[in-house]
């Protein structure tokens, strides 16, 4: 009788052991799914949960920033944040960097290394403030080029999202925003929401100590 006791505990202990952590492997395995059908416009959240724009209302959590491009797999992509950090400078001008120098327009576009161009540039011994703007420690980076196509190409979707969670939309035609994408020592690339990649020989605001305004993004 003693025995048949004991083995009854020993079994409710197991249970009590092991199913604690086949719910923690369900709720990975459940997080997986939820980002297996990642679409433009779906929100990641706070524990890099991605929710579509429907049900983010039903849940009780903070949204980080928008879905903008997704890859094939449709689990994984880029996002934007939920408000400009604000108007900076690129830093470093007449100081060739260690970055690919990208001279036409067609080349920039193919630049879709943001995250390699802003630790490249973090890592340099001068100031950047276009970069230093950014979050990089938590994974936010300034968007190459390419990048911010991917993102004006969505605009209209991202910006819904963007409102819907209380974040401020990407701002409208004839504002332009900085890519971590180098022209020059002088130049850098930048983006703005009427004709695409934008640049031309003269003006000062192509230089890189021109003022424009920083928006993050971060790959999810």
Same mark, same amino acid.
């Given at each position: 009788?003693? +025995?048949?006791?004991? +083995? @009854? ?10 199913? $604690? ?31 579509? $724009? ?7 959590? !903070? ?46 576009s193919d630049d879709l290394d943001g995250k390699k161009n802003t630790q490249t540039i973090l890592e340099l011994d001068t100031i950047y403030p276009a970069f230093d703007a950014v979050d990089f420690e938590n994974g936010w980076y300034l968007p190459?080029?390419?990048? *911010? ?5 969505? @605009?209209?979707?991202? !910006?819904?999202? *963007?409102? +819907?969670?209380?974040?401020? $939309?990407?701002? $409208? ?17 930048? *983006? ?29």
């Amino acid at each position: 009788m003693r +025995k048949h006791v004991l +083995k @009854l505990m020993m079994s409710a202990l197991l249970m009590v052991l092991v199913v $604690p952590c086949m719910n923690a492997q369900d709720k990975q395995d459940e997080q997986k799914v939820q980002n297996s059908n990642v679409k433009v416009g779906y929100i990641l959240c706070e524990g890099d949960t991605v929710v579509s $724009p429907a049900d983010f209302d039903s849940l009780n959590i !903070n949204a980080l920033g928008v879905v903008f491009y997704v890859e094939n797999s449709g689990e994984h992509g880029c996002v934007v944040s939920l408000q400009d950090e604000g108007q900076f400078t690129w830093g470093g001008y007449g100081t060739d960097t260690k970055l690919d120098n990208y001279s036409n327009r067609s080349s920039a576009s193919d630049d879709l290394d943001g995250k390699k161009n802003t630790q490249t540039i973090l890592e340099l011994d001068t100031i950047y403030p276009a970069f230093d703007a950014v979050d990089f420690e938590n994974g936010w980076y300034l968007p190459a080029a390419g990048q *911010l196509k991917r993102l004006y190409k969505n @605009l209209k979707d991202v !910006n819904a999202s *963007l409102e +819907k969670v209380g974040g401020y $939309p990407v701002k $409208p035609i004839g504002v332009t925003y900085w890519s971590s994408t180098e022209y020059s020592d002088i130049d850098a690339w930048y *983006l703005i929401t009427i004709g695409g990649l934008e640049y031309t020989s003269d003006g000062y605001y192509d230089h890189k100590n021109g003022v424009r305004l920083v928006r993050s993004v971060r790959d999810f």
